[in-house]
Every structure is written in C-alpha cells, then in structure tokens.
C-alpha cells in the first residue's frame, strides 16, 4: 500500500473522492508483474489470461455460471494492459520468450484478478461519478456510490435490460455442441508436442469443420446486412479473414487443453506466428485479395497507445519482428461485427457513415412491416422542416384517437462499457434535443403543423407527443422525452391498438420491471486500503 493512503488515514476528514482516485489509480504501479521490457510483460499477461479463460472453461463443465468469468478476465486483461501501455517500462528489440516460471505466471494471475479486475469495476462508479450519474458517500475508508434522488427513473430498467444482454458473445452455448465434439475428435488424432511445442496438421476435414463452427459463432451474433462495405473492405470479406483467423483459434484452444503438463500447456497457450504466416494462410483459404487481407487484419491489430481502445475489440498483438501472439479466448469469446463497428467507428470511414444512415431507413421498414395494415393511421417518414429544423424521421397519425407520435431514430452499436454506455447516451440525448425542437415548432400552430406534414385539416386539437426509437441501449438523462428500444416499440405496435401503444410510450409504462428473485443491492470491491459500493442488480437464481 502507498504511502499516501497512510499520510491521509491520519485525517480522514481531508479525503475526497478525487484524493481517493489519485491513491487507486497508482496502486499497482509497485506490482511485480511491471518488470522486465513491455513485449515480454504483454506477452505474459496475454499468456495467463488465456490459461485462466482455459480453466474456467473447464470447471464450465460442472457450473455453467462459471463461463461468466470470461467476461471478467476480458476486462481485467484489458485494464492490464492498458497499465502496461502507460508504464515507464522500455520496448525491447530480444525476441519474447514464451516459457514463463511459476511464479511468473502467479504474479501475471495476482495482477489480472486482484488489481485491473477490482480496478475496471470501480472505474465504472467513477465514470459514472464524473458524468452526474451518480453521487458518492465516504465514511472512513467506505466509498459508496448511489444514485442521486433526483435522477432518472428508469435508470435501473436500464440496468436490468443491459444484464439480459450480458451473455458471452456467442462462446460456446451457441455453438452445435455435436459438430464440435465431431472436429475435436478428429483433430485429437492430429496434436502432438516436439520440443515442448504444440504441433499439430490442419487436414481439410479439420479444418472445415472449425471454419463452420466460427461461421456458425458470426451467424448467431450478426445484425448487418450482408451487402455493408467500408473505405477498404466489405463486410462479407471481412467475415471470411475473421472465420478463418477464430477457427485457427478453435484448433489452438482444443489442442492446448488435450496437454497433460501445465507448464508445456501455459507455454503454448496462445497462438505465437509470424505475421506474413497467418496473412499467407487466410489467402490460401479465401479468394480474397492479399492486400484486402492486409487491411482487414490492420483493423484488428492491437493499437495501445490509442484512446479508449480495447483489446477484445483488436485481439491480434504483434510483437518484435513482426510475430503476432492471439490469445484464442479474445475470438472465441467475441461478438465479430459489434467489435469491428468499435473500431470503424474510432476512424475516418465514409462508407460506415452512409451505411448508418441506410440502417436508420431500415429501422423504419421494420416499423412499417408492424403497422402497415392498419388503415386508422397515416405513416409520413423522413418529412423535411423548414428552415434549419431537424427532418422528421417517423410519424404516426391515429385517426381513430387524433393523436400524432413523433419518432426520432437512432442506430447504434450496443454498448458494452461504461464509456460506450455514455456514448450512446449522448446520442440519445442529441435525439431527445432535436425531438424538443420539432415539437416546439408543432405545437406553435398545429392546424398549420397538420396541414404541412399530414396533409390533414382540423388540426387544432390533435394531441401532440413525441419520443426516440433506438437500437440498442437506450439510457437516457432526459425526463420529458420518451426513450424506447425498437425491439419493444414493434412488440408493442404488433399486439395493442395503438391509441394503447401511445399511452404506453408516453407514461414511460414500457419500461423493464424488476423480477421477483432480483433486489437492488451493491457490489462490494475492496481494492487498494478502500470498500468500495456500486450499484447492481442480485438475481436470487444466481450463484455467490
């Protein structure tokens, strides 16, 4: 423990929350795991992480809760490396050496699970914290952060409907479980080890079984139409560079767990090529052009020195003369095209702009194929303004009842961190902001706001209201404008009237409610001399 921690335990009336973050954010930098070059703690650090993974696979096998820990591991590596990035430690030209001592391995392994781990968790109170989201009480060495009394309602509709969608990205439960014991079968006569080196023949009927499996694992997490494209490459050719890399990953991962010694075990845990190799292999397989590859395989290069980047999203590391080392786990455990959108979104690609804009058209399609046989409502979308107003994207005129719902559509990424979270809420924010202007504008003279957008007279007593339909994600700190997801707006529109429907969205009654075995409660995390709270939500079905 610092040093500062002991200079203001003397007083703990001088501590604030920002005094307490300076003292956390340096806990670990007396960790022993940062010693040595950076290539080499990377490369530890990647080896530890994807024997942990190994083994929670495994024990996955008794308690299937236990796959939950990838997750975990995920983000703690990520957070490790991130220190790692911002260390003082030097790069080396020596090439990294991949067997690592036991204690080696035991401080990588303290260093996921007792720093980042604890760490990232507690970064999510502070991000919220610094975004207003939440406030903070401090007794002693207690840190406990809550919501204000004044805040959002929905906000914990938000948190359960995000834990429904916490699932594992596709690892393994979707995966046809007799196909795999089909390839692992065959591939078990293939592995053998020389020299303390994990070896083993791709035959083509291997190998095509594993390419289907990671098809397969593409397919069950898929939302984009096939026909997408960026500045460099299509989706589909993207799909083909990244099925062959994950099934290369399946083969390494069931080889590796099929070795008996776990010394030889954690020194060929993760994939260890030269670059050119893999590069040449993803060729022979696809009909896809080397240079195409080459940009595909850039975008999902691990860049630690950008901001905010994370390596479940570029899971490949290169390291000195041009190796590249895979943890298989970052892969096997990924949602492909959600994580390849992270990255697009991170750089300047004009092809991805006007694809979003073609997804928001495709938002309406789906609204329309709910409602379209209802002959009480008229249906107006992507309806200019005058002036410097904001386009209507959907409206929604019910006859029966004289009521008009004015829709805002945003598509987005789901979010899967806090600061993605907060991301899609600005975007949120910015729809519920333009919703406000186009209502402002209507109800200045609705016969006339009628007549121009509805084509409709008698306009003087229709009720007006508005909300956002987005995507995903749907978080938001406006309290006036309604925020609903598309999934629940359409379920709604497909099995009520709608003069019911619009009830609904205005009084904010399509929110999530808590279940019965769920209580609102905190997770406890004590991390450097400190217990801190953050608000979660308990499932009664869920183990300790």
């Not at 939950?68 to 990520?78: P, R, V, W």
């Not at 290069?301 to 590249?324: H, L, W």
Request: hydrophobic share 40%; aromatic share 10%.
């Amino acid at each position: 423990m610092g040093s500062g921690l002991d200079d203001i335990r003397k007083d703990w009336k001088i501590v604030n929350i920002r005094e307490i973050e300076k003292i956390i954010d340096a806990f670990h930098e007396n960790h022993p795991v940062l010693r040595g070059n950076k290539q080499q703690v990377i490369f530890e650090l990647l080896t530890a992480f994807e024997d942990l993974c190994s083994l929670t696979v495994i024990s996955s096998m008794l308690n299937p809760f236990a796959l939950k820990k990838i997750t975990d591991h995920m983000d703690a590596l990520n957070q490790a490396l991130n220190w790692v990035e911002n260390s003082s430690l030097n790069c080396s030209d020596e090439p990294i050496d991949s067997k690592i001592s036991e204690e080696r391995y035991k401080q990588c392994v303290s260093f996921l699970t007792d720093y980042a781990y604890p760490y990232s968790i507690i970064c999510s109170g502070y991000i919220s914290y610094s975004r207003k989201r939440l406030d903070v009480a401090i007794e002693d060495s207690n840190v406990t952060f809550k919501f204000p009394e004044d805040g959002n309602a929905s906000a914990w509709s938000d948190i359960l409907r995000e834990s429904k969608k916490a699932d594992f990205g596709g690892f393994m439960e979707n995966i046809n479980p007799v196909k795999l014991a089909s390839a692992n079968s065959k591939l078990q006569k293939e592995i053998y080890i020389q020299d303390e080196q994990l070896c083993y023949e791709l035959s083509k009927d291997v190998l095509d079984v594993f390419i289907d499996v990671a098809q397969e694992q593409w397919n069950s997490t898929k939302t984009l139409p096939d026909s997408w494209k960026f500045d460099m490459f299509t989706l589909d050719e993207y799909r083909q560079v990244w099925v062959v890399i994950a099934a290369l990953c399946y083969i390494h991962f069931l080889s590796c767990l099929s070795i008996k010694d776990a010394g030889i075990r954690l020194k060929n845990s993760s994939i260890i090529k030269p670059m050119e190799s893999i590069v040449d292999h993803i060729t022979s397989i696809t009909s896809i052009e080397r240079e195409t590859v080459l940009h595909i395989v850039s975008y999902i290069t691990f860049e630690p020195s950008k901001r905010n980047i994370d390596i479940v999203y570029q899971p490949i590391v290169i390291m000195q003369g041009e190796i590249a080392v895979i943890a298989p786990i970052l892969f096997m455990g990924s949602r492909p095209e959600r994580n390849l959108l992270s990255v697009v979104s991170s750089k300047t690609d004009f092809e991805h702009s006007k694809e979003v804009n073609d997804l928001e058209d495709l938002m309406v399609q789906e609204i329309e194929e709910v409602i379209e046989d209802n002959e009480d409502l008229r249906i107006i979308k992507h309806k200019k303004l005058e002036g410097r107003l904001p386009d209507i994207d959907l409206g929604i005129f019910d006859t029966s009842s004289n009521a008009v719902l004015l829709c805002e559509l945003k598509w987005f990424m789901e979010a899967d961190s806090s600061k993605e979270v907060y991301a899609r809420e600005d975007d949120i924010t910015h729809g519920c902001e333009q919703s406000e202007l186009i209502m402002g504008h209507a109800m200045k003279d609705r016969k006339q706001f009628m007549r121009n957008v509805f084509d409709a007279g008698n306009g003087d007593d229709v009720d007006l209201f508005c909300c956002v339909v987005a995507k995903h994600n749907i978080r938001t700190q406006n309290k006036y404008v309604p925020v609903i997801n598309l999934s629940k707006f359409k379920e709604l529109f497909s099995t009520k009237l709608p003069s019911t429907v619009f009830h609904i969205i205005r009084n904010h009654e399509y929110e999530e409610s808590l279940p019965e075995d769920a209580s609102i409660t905190y997770q406890t995390v004590e991390y450097g001399g400190f217990v801190f709270k953050i608000p979660a939500i308990c499932f009664g079905s869920m183990p300790e």
